[in-house]
Structure formats: C-alpha cells, structure tokens
T-cell receptor
C-alpha cells in the first residue's frame, strides 16, 4: 500500500500565476481533505471532498478550488498566487463509509510551494 | 479557532516519560480526542484516539478524566526520534466538522 501520495514535492511560482497540486488517497479511502501549513504553524483546513463534491470548506478565498475524480484522487488549484500562499500543502485521506473514523486521517508528505 | 490549548514546547531527556496535557473545555458529547505527531517536512501522523478513561497502544497512552475537559498524552521512555510537534484535536468520528489543528507542542528530546 503506497499510502497517500502527492505531486509535485516542490514547486516555485511567481506572484499572479496559477498552480495545481495533486493527491492520490490511501487505498480504500474515499474522502480527501486539503490543508495549508505555514512555517511554524499547525495545518489549516482548506476543504474536503467526498463523492466528487466539496463538502466542507475552511476560511480560504475562492482563489482556492479543488476537484475530486471518480477514482477518489484530488487536485487543489490556487489562482492569482500571492506571496502569502507560500506554504506546505498537505493532502489527507480517510474512509467516510459507515464505520470509518474521520479523525484518523492519513497525510501525504506534502507539496512545498514557494511564491516569489 | 482551535478548540484545544496545549503548551507551546517541552524538553525531556532520553529515557524519561513525557506527559503532554491538552485542555478542551468546550468538548461536545460526540467529540473524540485525537493526537497527531509531526516530524519536520512530513505530514502529521495519527498516534492515538480516545473518548474517556484510558487508551493505550504500542506508541502511547491517552488519559481522559471523567469530565473530558482535558486529556494527557503519555509517551513512555522517549528517545531522540520522538522529537516532533504533537497536536491535540477534538472532533466527531463522522467528520461532520473538519479537524482543527492548533500550533501543537514542540517536544525536544535531549541525549
């Protein structure tokens, strides 16, 4: 089992550009959540996808959008990048089906985004 | 806004037991208490979860008093590899609310 995988591992963009980050959940998991983690801070919840729809959203602007595919993989898109978007972006998966424990999320290694 | 409060940092020597206490005064009836561990440049890793009393696994123990307004993560005989940030979270298992991470407790284990 490969666990949660994310790509790319590192990314450098300039202000105003757009970026797409990708995530493949752990086998058997159908729910994907995205988090932003700034240096020295805890992960901040961006949104959660289940059954290809955004189910919950944190306090992030509309520049942050996502998508979930039928195979449960997911993308995070950020438009009009700002310097403050520089962070580690984490994807986490969990089983949503009956009996699943949402609190036990499996995190990927993250994508380090640097905006210059 | 984090639902939990925990110390910013702690230091310990190798081989000692470390106890990290977390306050969650407004915990809801359906909420469980969950702890994660995070090493630098890695995603958080689930350690342990409990609802009340005591839970123990191969990594740690979790002590929860009857009022559930606090909890204590206990790491037995820590080693240098336990140096990490530890997060305490509360939430229901069904995922009706997202996980809210605070700043966590930075544990430094010294040889």
């Amino acid at each position: 089992d490969a666990g949660v995988t994310q790509s790319p591992t590192h990314l450098i963009k300039t202000r105003g550009q757009q970026v797409t980050l990708r995530c493949s959940p752990k086998s058997g998991h159908d729910t994907v959540s995205w988090y932003q983690q700034a240096l020295g801070q805890g992960p901040q919840f961006i949104f959660q996808y289940y059954e290809e729809e955004e189910r919950q959203r944190g306090n992030f602007p509309d520049r942050f959008s996502g998508h979930q595919f039928p195979n449960y993989s997911s993308e995070l898109n950020v438009n009009a990048l700002l310097l403050g978007d520089s962070a580690l972006y984490l994807c986490a998966s969990s089983p949503r089906l009956a009996g699943g424990n949402y609190n036990e999320q499996f995190f990927g290694p993250g994508t380090r985004l640097t905006v210059l | 806004l984090a639902k939990t409060t925990q110390p910013i940092s702690m230091d310990s020597y190798e081989g000692q037991e470390v106890n990290i206490t977390c306050s969650h005064n407004n915990i809801a009836t359906n909420d469980y208490i969950t702890w994660y561990q995070q090493f630098p440049s890695q995603g958080p890793r689930f350690i342990i979860q409990g609802y009340k009393t005591k839970v123990t696994n191969e990594v740690a123990s979790l002590f929860i008093p009857a009022d559930r307004k606090s909890s204590t993560l206990s790491l037995p005989r820590v080693s240098l590899s336990d140096t990490a940030v530890y997060y305490c979270l509360v939430g229901d298992k069904g995922g009706n609310t997202p996980l809210v991470f605070g700043k966590g407790t930075r544990l430094s284990v010294i040889a």
